[in-house]
């Protein structure tokens, strides 16, 4: 089985968390102009282009969701991320807070930083203003909506975990939040203290000094 992604990539980081819960093997393909090969293997399987991707016994997963699913379907381990069907309902609302996490945390936190690398007379601050209002929305709904439980959709880690730990890592970055927003900044610590994601932020740091800052 084989990932290809990059270390430093909140997408990517999501389906990492997944794999270093349940301790599962595969082989890591690096997406960088360092390697080439790798890219055009890539580029073969999934021509959408959009990491990461999953190559599997003959099979090819896209989406990070549908990745972390179907490691749950076909490569058991003792962490269920998302609990098919032992319990449906509580499986739409890990679904629903993945959902959450990646469309109003996580896509506005990536237009925030991928404004950062245009070219200066291509910047957008009306989306960057937009995205701002969008990511303060969430946050501040997550504060209330986080407040009794441990993890994103109960008190057992799942899917919506990890959406989460990357798009609030990121967004605390762009957007940081931990001093006004005490339950989501617990939460984050609590995600960042998790041993899988501790790993993933560990693998990381040899790219962090990639991420985008803001232009002077």
Partial sequence: ????AHPLSSYCWKVLIALYENGTLFEFRQLDP???????EFAALW????????ADRGRTIGESS???????????GPVTLVPHHADPD??????MMDRIFDHYVMTPMQQIVFDRIRPADRRDPYGV???RAMLDRSCNWLETELADRTWAAGE????????AAPALHYAD???????????????LDRLEARPSFARVLREAEPCAHLFPQEPA
């Fill in 173 to 187: 970055k762009v957007q940081p939040f931990r001093a006004h927003l005490p339950v989501l900044g617990a939460y």
């Fill in 34 to 40: 360092e390697h080439p090969e790798n890219g055009a």
């Fill in 1 to 4: 089985m084989t990932l290809y």
């Fill in 47 to 54: 021509p959408i282009g959009k990491m990461p991707v999953l």
């Fill in 129 to 131: 203003a937009l995205a």
């Fill in 66 to 76: 549908i990745i972390i699913e179907y490691l749950g379907l076909h490569h058991r």
């Fill in 156 to 163: 057992d880690f799942s899917l919506a975990d990890c959406a």
């Fill in 90 to 95: 509580a499986a739409l609302k890990v679904r």
